[in-house]
Nanobody
Framework: QLDLVESGGALVQPGGSLRLACVVSGRFFDDYSIAWFRQVPGKEREKVSCISASDGSIEYAEFVKGRFTISRDNAKNTVYLQMISLKPEDTADYYC????????????????WGQGTQVTVSS
């Protein structure tokens, strides 16, 4: 059983930066791949990035490549999502999710979820 808690969401102007954090409680954090998803009302939850437990590989959605950076600190059981050059279309609720071993493509493939943190990009 894992508990995930996101933080760091805020209102930011276009072009600004934020760092989201996902703190994971539970055993064997190192064995879990952690992904960030985002969702806006009326749309499906979409994967933003994932960092794998199996080989440390990292995945990014095309729409965030070059702007977002995912990282993990196993000593703190925390995964971060550094976001720069934010755009209004990045406005969404951001969720972290965990799955054993390797990153998966779809939201339904993740077993544990946080409650989300809201990011609003607006002037």
């Amino acid at each position: 059983q894992l508990d995930l808690v996101e933080s760091g969401g805020a209102l930011v102007q276009p072009g600004g930066s934020l760092r989201l954090a996902c703190v994971v409680s539970g055993r064997f954090f190192d064995d879990y791949s952690i992904a960030w998803f985002r969702q806006v009302p009326g749309k499906e939850r979409e994967k933003v990035s994932c960092i794998s437990a199996s080989d440390g590989s990292i995945e990014y959605a095309e729409f965030v490549k070059g702007r977002f950076t995912i990282s993990r600190d196993n000593a703190k059981n925390t995964v971060y999502l550094q976001m720069i050059s934010l755009k209004p279309e990045d406005t969404a609720d951001y969720y972290c999710a965990a799955v054993a071993i390797t990153c998966r493509e779809r939201a339904y493939q993740y077993d544990w979820w946080g409650q989300g943190t809201q990011v609003t990009v607006s002037s």
